[in-house]
């Protein structure tokens, strides 16, 4: 049983999603403050993510948070930071067993109680946040964002979008930056933290087994949002005509070349050619049938991996491979020539098929997780969009050769970006 409630609004700019599903013995409550993306927030947002796990007024340390759920069955409490477009998503997140399945009726409002205070009462002195969790967690976020680059394939890909959206917010490291992180104090933290619960939209997602009445009340009673003045954020641009090419060569100390390729695709989530979109990509570079892996892959060996990604909210789609330095050239031609070959409508029934098949698997189990529920609805939330999972795999069903070569006049190639060794550039 799987069912998606209609969205209940339980303040002005306040939304409660309800999913209902008896596949897991757990229930999951989502709460999402909507921001927006800007460099003046992105690394404090971080930042605050981190600090608010170490402590609430009546839990003044991880370690006392951790009795507590561990005394509610191994409950599961956290925060974290998400980029979805030009919005940057500052997110809670509790896991709980179904009071079905143990001794305890009243597990889920002693969860919603922490939640609430996990929230509204972070753990503060004279006022503020905590000077050493401040400092301790200002070094994590330092490493975190200096790892970044352990992940070259992450790294190359990201870079890639921010080269390409290098003068728009969309180009943002979705944990800010060290320059920014190094001059954020104690009192500038927690106002904008009261900034966060006063001024964003919020949306709450449930999935579990519940009855809808209990949770709506329930979840009236417990969960304060004190809204004052909300902003709301804006839809970001995405229709680009790139001028020229740009080619971007950063050099690393690296056994092993990245290219990664840009394109602006001019196709909003909204379109009727956005499912087709989601199609053509697969068919270019969704895995082993695609013709990147067939043809760039396995019948030239030119790279070790290679795949093809569409950013739903910014319409971008990006090609990713791992090659060796020598092989750029022609990685790059026939990477092209792929392209250009879609662009000609050079694609068979069966590749359209093999895509949906692997599109379809992939929508599906999503329902294999409360996290991946709870994401797919609030991203469908944010964008305006009720289709259902059902609803949306029929959309990819219907999806024509005709769709696909009409998605295939639109996408231009936008950035270039090479990951390559020290020594390629000399």
Known sequence: MLKKLKPIQIGKHINLHMIQTDKFKTNLISVYFQRPLRKEEVTKNALISMILPRGTKTYSSSKEIAKVLEDLYGSYIGCDVAKKGERNIFQFYMKLPNGKYIEDPEIFQK????????????????????NDYVNQEKENLKEKIEGRKNDKMKYAYDRCIEEMCKEEDYSLYVYGSIEDLEKLSEEELYKHYEKILHTSVVDICVVGDFNQEEMEKMIKKNIKIDQKEVVLVEREKIEYNPYEVKLIKEPMDVNQGKLSLGYRTN???????????????????????????????????????????????????????????????????????????????????EDIESAKKSIITSIRSMTDSPYMMSEFYYTQAISHNEDTIEEMIEKIKHVTKEDIIKVAQKIKLDTIYFLTGKEEVL
């Not at 919603?112 to 905590?130: A, R, T, V």
């Not at 989601?278 to 892959?297: A, Q």
Request: aromatic residues 12%; glycine residues 6%.
């Open 267 to 349: 196709i909003p989530f909204e379109s009727e050619l956005y499912h087709p979109l989601v199609v053509y990509s697969n068919i270019l570079g969704g895995g082993p049938n695609s013709k990147l892996f067939r043809n760039v892959r396995e019948k030239e060996s030119l790279c070790y991996s290679i795949f093809s990604r569409v950013d739903k909210f910014k319409s971008l789609m990006l090609i990713n491979a791992g090659i060796e330095f020598e092989n750029y050239e022609k990685t790059l031609s026939l990477v092209k020539e792929q392209v250009s070959s879609m662009n000609q409508g050079e694609f068979s029934q």
């Open 111 to 130: 969860g919603m109680n922490i939640l609430n205070e996990f929230i509204n009462d972070p753990y503060k002195i004279n006022g503020l946040l905590k």
